[in-house]
């Protein structure tokens, strides 16, 4: 069984518009939630991470809300780039995220169209 | 961040034979992992490579199978053995960052087993 959802496998997006993409998680332990960013034959690229005693973490064009209560959270990417362009990992742990195992979830292809 | 390197980048290996793959880090690093995505999955922990001990492997996951070894801080190997079809996969190497809470990850090594 899943613990880390990510249920739309691709989405596309005008340049300049927003990109939103979600990530459902079942393990109420999970405390500390990470986005990676995947090119073709490349491994994944840290983006943002977001502690579970946070709702909302900024980093430039890339902000991650949590919502722990609906155990869903979602990276806005704005304004949406042709360089986005790649697969998305949402991943999520029990304790922190340098330590221990990350549970990713399958991934969200993003298309930004020019 | 670190930079890690992985080799080789790619294999095609017969069913039955084993391949190691290595990891280097350019700095000295406590935790190193080693992950697994198979074709349309998620990427998934396989161990926790130990300086010094013997790895810490995940449920599913046997050292006769993934015989792990960490020499030292800045270098690990895995190898995948007695290959099957079924170990068609991406694999992974990352360091676990205190400082920024999160895990790097290597350029992955794509093996396909005939």
């Known amino acids: 069984d899943q613990q880390v959802k990510q249920n739309s496998p691709s989405l596309s997006v005008q340049e300049g518009r927003i990109s939103i993409l979600n990530c459902d998680y079942t393990?109420?332990?999970?405390?500390?939630f990470l986005w990676y960013k995947k090119y073709p034959a490349e491994g994944p690229t840290f983006l943002i991470s977001?502690?579970?005693?946070?709702d909302k973490n900024e980093d430039g064009r890339f902000t991650v809300f949590l919502n722990k209560s609906a155990k869903h959270l979602s990276l806005h990417i704005v304004p949406s780039q042709p360089g986005d362009s790649a697969v998305y990992f949402c991943?999520?742990?029990?304790?922190?995220?340098?330590?221990?195992?990350?549970?990713f979830g399958k991934g969200t292809k993003l298309s930004v169209k020019p | 961040s670190a930079v890690i390197s992985q080799k080789p980048s790619r294999d095609i290996c017969q069913r039955g034979t084993s391949l190691t793959i290595q990891c280097q880090v350019d700095?000295?690093?406590?935790?190193m992992f080693w992950y697994r995505q198979q074709p349309g999955q998620s990427l998934t922990l396989i161990a926790t490579?130990?300086?010094?001990?013997?790895?810490?492997?995940e449920s599913g996951f046997v050292i006769d199978k993934f015989p792990i070894s960490r020499p030292n801080l800045t270098f690990s190997t895995l190898t995948v053995s007695n290959m099957s079809p079924e170990d068609s996969s991406i694999y992974l190497c990352?360091?676990?960052?205190?400082?920024?809470?999160?895990?790097?990850f290597g350029p992955g090594t794509r093996l396909t087993v005939l």
């Open positions: 990352s360091v676990g960052d205190t400082s920024t809470d999160t895990q790097y």
């Open positions: 393990n109420s332990m999970f405390d500390y």
């Open positions: 977001i502690s579970s005693i946070k």
């Open positions: 991943a999520a742990s029990d304790y922190g995220g340098s330590q221990g195992n990350l549970i």
């Open positions: 700095s000295q690093v406590t935790m």
């Open positions: 490579a130990n300086q010094g001990s013997e790895a810490t492997y």
